[in-house]
């Protein structure tokens, strides 16, 4: 009962910023500027949600998302722009094949661990970059041409679609698995949990939504270039994570609509940008390595009188 | 004969991989970090020794020395600022550390200089010594001269002095290490002392070898030594110097053959390679997981 009250709340407020925001592009309130940031900040969520699984949840450390991003923006720019196919197939071209992407580049590498995990899934997206770097059909480095046709509805659904499976797929079987993972990966084995697959699944789950991000990404801008989706855009997306919380999906939703708004208000100064960035992941990895809410939801600090953890 | 000249190529080349290895394969070796601010290192060394040269009108060799002296005493700014707290931090914890000082240096150094390329100017006599019909620069002998000393030096503190036999027994066990009345603090510091040392003598080298320098030049370089790091077995230091040389041969195969665009590909298809295969590397151990 109390699971299905959480999610009702969830989509009435869904509905309701979606009708307020749609009703001032509308009326004609919000321009073009600013419909861009709020699609900005849909992609940026969707990013860090879908990184927020395999980091927050599983504990697998991955600082390659940018290349399962680049391959759903590209391979939906190929069925809308070269195989014209309508918007909604695109999206859901995009966010399998990088899903696909996700499966293979997992079942190898996420036998690693640590360090060692992040610096080979980085190796892949920097591959991942190069091959569409040498492809000439979609460009090479001159980059792809795409229409734009990403509007407001398209990001907002790619959100909350993100928000509720990841969220339920946390709460579910499998999210305890991937859970027990991040705490103890011996125990956890020990326990009889098949760790791998749990790993694979939360991976090849957030490629999806990287590839879907991607996807709604490629068409919001009219060009999309592989220099885009180099490790810096990997490490943004990990600094919306980092800086929510690991483990916290509420958290990384905040730091990325935060993030959104300040990168967006420093736009002409990029280098003061990276600067604030970069000092603001050093301080909370010195002070509060937990990041801003630790593995706390932001539904946990409205529940008073109750004593210590959230019963699930 | 161009087989051959390419092989010198790809000797520079990997021996400017080997000199920057060689601290992240000391570093990690030390205290399990991957130093992602190595390859900033690397890149402050070259700009270091770009304005030594070019506003005070010093020589190679003083150019070099100040970078490394100057290099060194980054390195432990950043370690002592940085990393110390972090000891008993998680993994992750220190890694997203590494990267946001990673970030920092590169934007701060944007931030006051711009990110325009700068060209090196020529403090070596530009001549080449004909050998067996093969025209190999001076420059490239000096290179190799110059780490093949260096490398000679770093094994000579590694074995032969007290504070070598330190970061041996610190790397091996840093509580016993304490325990023996070893300072463990300093030791560690001494490590990223040399590391850094290295990377700004690389950086220099890589400055006069290739005579253009940017603030982001040193991300490429530097994931690519910590490949050669890993290939090599990491922790292993003559590891990071067979392994710096190969992936710079690689390259310049891979380059020669016609693939240039898939050159940083080929260093990448390596590492994956080698993860999965042998993560150990070619001169490291196999350690046992313990629960």
């Known amino acids: ?312 | 004969m161009e087989w051959i000249q390419q092989l010198v190529n790809g000797i520079s080349l990997g021996s400017i991989y080997a000199l920057i290895a060689l601290g992240y394969t000391m570093v990690y070796g030390i205290i399990k970090l991957i130093n992602f601010a190595h390859g900033d290192v690397f890149m402050l060394g070259a700009f270091i020794g770009f304005y030594a040269i070019s506003r005070w009108e010093i020589g190679f060799f003083p150019a070099l020395i100040i970078s490394m002296v100057l290099c060194a005493i980054i390195g432990v700014i950043i370690e002592r600022v940085a990393y110390k707290r972090l000891r008993s931090a998680t993994r992750i914890a220190a890694l997203i550390t590494a990267i946001g000082v990673s970030l920092l240096i590169e934007y701060t150094v944007i931030f006051f200089r711009g990110a325009s390329p700068e060209a090196y100017p020529e403090v070596l006599p530009k001549s080449s010594i004909n050998i067996l019909g093969v025209n190999i620069s001076s420059i490239s002998i000096l290179i190799l001269a110059v780490t093949i000393v260096l490398m000679i030096l770093l094994q000579f503190i590694v074995h032969k002095t007290k504070i070598g036999k330190a970061m041996r027994a610190v790397s091996l066990d840093a509580d016993a290490a304490r325990l023996m009345g070893i300072n463990v603090d300093n030791t560690i510091s001494a490590t990223f002392a040399i590391g850094s040392a290295l990377a700004g003598a690389a950086g220099v080298i890589f400055g006069v070898y290739y005579t253009r320098i940017e603030p982001l030049m040193g991300v490429l370089p530097g994931l690519k030594a910590f490949i050669a790091a890993v290939f090599g077995g990491i922790g292993s230091i003559p590891g990071a110097m067979v392994g710096g040389l190969s992936l710079g041969l690689v390259e310049t195969v891979v380059s020669a053959l016609g693939f240039s665009l898939w050159r940083d590909a080929a260093a990448f298809v390596i590492l994956i390679l080698i993860l999965i295969l042998k993560p150990s590397g070619i001169f490291g151990k196999n350690t046992r997981e313990k629960v």
């Open chain 1, 1 to 312: 009962m109390k699971k299905s009250k959480a999610f009702w709340v969830f989509s009435v407020l869904a509905l309701v910023i979606y009708a307020v925001v749609q009703g001032l592009i509308s009326g004609g309130i919000l321009d073009l500027y600013y419909q861009n940031i709020l699609v900005q900040m849909c992609i940026n969520i969707m990013l860090a949600v879908s990184l927020h699984i395999i980091i927050g949840i599983t504990g697998q450390f991955s600082i390659g998302h940018a290349g399962f991003m680049a391959v759903g923006a590209y391979f939906s720019a190929i069925a809308t722009m070269k195989l014209g196919l309508p918007l909604p197939v695109g999206l859901l071209l995009g966010a399998v094949v990088a899903a696909l992407a996700g499966l293979l580049v997992g079942i190898p590498t996420l036998r690693l661990k640590g360090d060692y995990l992040a610096i080979a899934t980085l190796g892949f997206a920097e591959i991942i970059r190069i091959i569409f770097l040498n492809v000439d059909y979609v460009g090479g480095a001159a980059g792809m041409v795409v229409m734009n046709m990403t509007t407001w509805t398209y990001a907002f659904a790619g959100v909350v679609i993100t928000i509720i499976v990841i969220s339920n797929f946390t709460k579910s079987r499998h999210g305890r698995g991937a859970i027990s993972i991040r705490e103890d990966e011996i125990a956890a084995d020990a326990m009889g949990i098949n760790t791998t697959y749990y790993k694979v699944v939360a991976f090849t789950i957030g490629s999806l939504f990287a590839g879907l991000a991607g996807a709604i990404y490629a068409h919001n801008f009219f060009i999309i270039q592989p220099t885009t989706f180099n490790f810096l855009k990997s490490f943004d997306i990990l600094i919306y994570v980092v800086l929510g919380g690991l483990g916290s999906l509420s958290g990384s939703v905040i730091a990325a609509i935060f993030l959104t708004v300040v990168s967006a208000y420093l736009a002409n100064f990029p280098e003061t940008r990276m600067i604030i960035y970069s000092l603001v992941l050093i301080l909370v990895m010195l002070y509060r390595p937990t990041g801003l809410m630790g593995t706390k939801e932001i539904t946990s600090l409205f529940k008073f009188g109750k004593k210590g953890g959230t019963k699930i």
